[in-house]
């Protein structure tokens, strides 16, 4: 990264999270001169980028969390560019479509004509919010918040096909289309390309290759295993309480503090003095989706057909499922979101995987799974799910609350993103952002000055 000046220089700051954001947030600060330790809960960093290397499951490094970079998702571009982390294109034909209308599985190789309907019926909700400037304080991104996705379709008599697709969607929002904030539906259909045509990359070598290069590179102290149960600040630091194996746990002091972890488990931590109630309503109101995304392996890739792509999202209990990248063993991942999670760990849990593997007959005539491996994000006591989802009942003006400072507290995760909530780009926007917040903070209030 470029040379900062030593601006943080005789400041403590301890980062609480080694996910994407806080190991961001961890290298920003301590270039900037910062003293800074870091306290993980788990016993291993990324948090939900998470990267197995298995010989005797598969070839290549298999993606448990965040897997895909984008074309626009410039700040994680840009890191990977400092950090000679070389991105390759994945999934070149992008996402077809593989619908349940009416008990038929109806298959499309492009989500265009009904992404098209979809937009169509959002236009007029899409027309007042860009005429508000996007601005969720607006009254027009109100109104359309506090409706579900469904219910918004339906007062527009969009077609069983255009509902089915919004259902779809819960393999990118990770929530059902009637549990899914309008506001989100629309701000997507918004995107001049439908979201199976982005062009989409992976970091060559495993997502983990980037964590590994943030934790060397951020010259911070981290400590695994080591879960936060209170926060204390005052006009002269902060501290917090960590459970550690120790008998009384660890106080750990500082002069600023930055906050990564999902609301879903900062809510379960003890504050003092307390968060103000603005902060407290906005997390309360937050969650987390469902995510269950399973990686099964085949002896011949049964599923390829000429012309067709090799990804489908799907409003099916299995989830979206794309053929697994960077493996020269032939395989499917697949990613059910939303109520679909569960549908699946069931699947699993009744039948195993052969049962999963058959309720893919719609793509070719099913083989049995040589092996098969998944993981439920809702189940990590440390995630509670896989991002944060957006519902009738988050006012839309709250999205600001969860990236205000408190104090000596700063804020970062891919929740607080403006534009990238459930992205790695988020992430790493977020944790950036955070850093440049401290610094504003010391360089407006003086050195171990109490915030404003």
Known sequence: MPKLDATLKGQRVLVVGAGLSGLVAARELSARGAEVQVVEARTRLGGRVFTERAADFADAPLEYGGEFIDSDHHAIRSLCKELKLELQQVLEDGFGLALDVNGRVQVSNSMRPIWTAFQRALSAEADALKAAEGDRHSTA?????????????????????????????????????????????????????????????????????????????????????????????????????????????????????????????????????????????????????????AHALFDRPWWRKAGRPRAFATNLDTGAMWETTGSRVPGLTMLAGGRASVALRSLLEEGGPQRVVRRLSWLGEPEDARDFRSISWELDPFARGGYAVFGPDFKPEWRSELARSVGRMFFAGDHTSRKWQGYMNGAVESGQQAARDVELTVRMHGVGATPG
């Open 141 to 293: 991104a109100q109104t359309i918040g506090r409706q579900s996705t469904r219910s918004l379709l339906q007062a527009r008599h969009s077609s069983r096909e255009v509902l089915a697709m919004a259902q779809a969607l819960r393999g990118f929002f990770l929530a059902d289309a009637d549990q899914l904030s309008a506001l989100e539906a629309v701000e997507l259909s918004m995107r001049m390309i439908d979201p199976g045509h982005v062009t989409t990359s992976r970091i060559k070598g495993g997502n983990d290759r980037l964590v590994q290069a943030l934790a060397k590179n951020a010259r911070a102290r981290i400590a695994l295993a080591s879960v936060v149960t209170r926060v204390e600040q005052d006009e002269r630091e902060a501290r917090v309480i960590v459970r550690d194996g120790t008998k009384r746990g660890t106080v750990l002091k500082s002069d600023y503090l930055v906050l990564t972890i999902p609301p879903t488990v900062a809510r379960t931590i003890e504050f003092t003095p307390a968060i103000p109630a603005s902060l407290k309503r906005a997390w309360q109101a937050l969650t987390i989706g469902a995510a269950t995304k």
